[in-house]
């Protein structure tokens, strides 16, 4: 069993054992001989170094891992032997060089070229990674930025921000496209040594002609770095919003995670009956809540992550293996809330009706009284809510308790009246949805002059909620007298399509039934004023016509004052 060595390589530590550490200190020493010329050498050991930590990080799947020998010869594969790569000085005299062993070629990749910079290198980085010269890339940028009126200038800024400057000498060659190795390392310092040396020689030629631009790369170098500064603010900002939410989220789900699942696997209260009155699926509680938990808490936990990566350089990544498990599981869970939808809206796909129509002895010039019935064991007060609740019937049994009544009150030529009343649910047929329709209890009254309504409907547990509703219509013949309790305003609020002629505002009002309309009989003389107006415009300004529809038409009015201070009305027979 080999020893192993902690060693720190260009400022990252790496555990490696005591055969593999003894090769590579050969290599480097081999290396370092291998240089042409020794001046800069330390600079070229230090790139090499780098390029070797980095493709040691890139092949070891954790921190604790030890470098092998196996580890060490695939990156020596990588970088080459220095016999093979030795460079003498006529490759920079424009001499060919020494024939070698080729490397493997990398890809480009993207970087800022500081090197060659007008303002901050990202033109001439463009140019290496697109394979054109730096000043087409340039007047592109220029011709960009005029014809969109400036936008492009902010597209600039981004690139600025967002792509790194090559520093390096390994990203360099990596901006290049050039096979990261010991031969091309050397070569591109001494070329940037060799450029540095030029420059001193030429100083006192082009020092003027540089002085400008200097101070100009100056200003917009000061320039990026604020707007760099202000860039990582803000990420590290939304960072800390991501982080708040999300956590908020994944712990208010796990919550309702537990609460729920020992709901429906423990408990039988109030909140379960909920759950039953609406699941068609026959699913049980805890599973909904482990799919919702997972499908809605995933997607949080990812930009818990990401929010953790905006606030932290170099976070550890939770690794490939987890990654593909949290995706199998949140896809899992997706399908499987899909199917459950599915299963409950074909439950509510159609819409079936069950109608009772019975006649009520009501005809032209009697009086009908509506009201509306509320069950005091159930509700106080009639007054349509909508909605449903969950009961105990007389016998206590649990059954499902809605106000979703309509009535609506129209107008026949018939000479007696009827009422009809139309029972709707909905089911995954039509004949399924009609039993259940069927199955609601609606009840009303007619006793004397007085037709009273349930202000309720019922129908057993065991049938689910599927939208139950009742539908009441009234009709009576023309020249019937109406008078609505004021307990029917909330369950008559209908709009025009329903044909009612029963307007909210006409309760506890005498209101004789015309064709289609009501007329009030003991409203004030405004109302009187109002409606004469409205039929001299039906009239066209006829004042002959319209002044005997009105005399017609308030005949009753004549009849109540010629016999007594209150109206006459017949009673029901």
Not at 310 to 338: D, R
Request: glycine content about 6%; hydrophobic content about 40%.
């Amino acid at each position: 069993m080999n020893k192993t060595v902690n060693i720190n390589l260009a400022g990252t530590f790496f555990h490696i054992d005591e055969d593999a550490y003894g090769k590579l200190q050969r290599y480097l020493v081999a290396i370092k001989k291998s240089l042409s010329d020794p001046q800069g050498s330390d600079e070229i050991i230090k790139d090499i170094e780098a390029r070797i930590a980095e493709l040691f990080s890139e092949k070891l799947k954790t921190s604790t891992q030890v470098v092998t020998l196996k580890e060490l010869d695939e990156v020596i594969a990588v970088m080459g032997q220095p016999e093979d790569y030795a460079v003498d000085e006529d490759i920079f005299e424009d001499a060919p060089p020494r024939a070698s062993k080729k490397s493997r070629s990398s890809h480009k990749q993207l970087f800022r070229d500081i090197d060659n910079k007008f303002i901050s290198g990202v033109s001439s980085g463009l140019s290496h990674y697109l394979g054109i010269d730096a000043v087409w890339v340039r007047l592109i940028w220029i011709l960009l930025t005029l014809f969109s009126s400036g936008t492009f200038i902010f597209v600039y800024i981004l690139f600025w921000i967002l792509v790194p400057a090559a520093e390096s000498t390994s990203d360099k060659l990596k901006m290049t496209g050039e096979p990261i190795n010991i031969s091309n390392i050397e070569k591109k310092f001494k070329e940037g040594y060799e450029t540095v040396a030029d420059k001193v020689k030429n100083a006192d030629y082009d020092k003027y002609g540089q002085k400008v631009k200097n101070s100009s790369a100056t200003f917009f170098d000061t320039l990026g770095s604020i707007f760099l500064t202000l860039f990582k603010i803000f990420v590290k900002f939304i960072g800390i919003i991501v982080i708040i939410v999300s956590l908020s989220t994944l712990v208010g789900l796990l919550i309702g995670l537990f609460t729920a699942g020992s709901f429906g696997m423990w408990g039988h209260g109030e909140f379960t009956d909920w759950y039953q009155l609406v699941d068609t699926t026959q699913s049980p509680l805890w599973l909904i809540s482990l799919l919702t938990f997972f499908a809605v808490g995933i997607p949080f936990f990812v930009l818990f992550i990401l929010g953790l990566k905006m606030l932290i350089n170099n976070l550890k990544s939770i690794g490939l293996p987890a990654k593909i498990t949290l995706f199998v599981l949140w896809l899992a869970s997706i399908i499987g809330l899909g199917i459950l939808g599915i299963r409950q809206a074909t439950e509510t796909a159609y819409t079936g009706e069950f109608i009772i129509e019975e006649t009520l002895p009501v005809r032209s010039g009697d009086t009908l009284n509506i009201a509306m019935y509320s069950n005091e064991k159930y509700e106080y007060d009639a007054r349509r809510r909508g909605g449903l609740k969950i009961e105990y019937n007389e016998n206590d049994e649990k059954i499902i308790y809605s106000t979703d009544i309509r009535l609506i009150v129209r107008s026949t030529n018939d000479s007696v009246g009827r009422i009809v009343i139309e029972k709707q649910a909905e089911g995954p047929d039509y004949l399924v949805a009609k039993r259940k329709a069927e199955a609601i209890h609606y009840n009303y009254n007619l006793s004397g002059n007085t037709l009273t309504l349930d202000a309720f409907l019922t129908t057993d547990f065991e049938n689910k909620y599927r939208d139950q509703e009742v539908e009441v219509v009234v009709y009576l013949p023309v020249g019937t007298i109406i008078y609505a309790d004021d307990n029917t305003y909330s369950f008559h609020r209908n709009d025009y399509n329903y044909r009612d002629i029963l307007n909210n505002g006409d309760e506890e009002k005498y209101l004789i039934i015309e064709d289609g309309k009501t007329r009030c009989l003991d409203c004030p003389i405004e109302e009187k004023e109002s409606w004469e107006k409205d039929v001299e415009k039906k009239h066209n300004g006829n004042k002959e016509s319209w002044e005997k529809e009105v005399e017609n038409d308030f005949n009753p009015v004549k009849k109540k004052d010629s016999i007594s201070n209150t109206i006459v009305l017949d009673t029901i027979e």
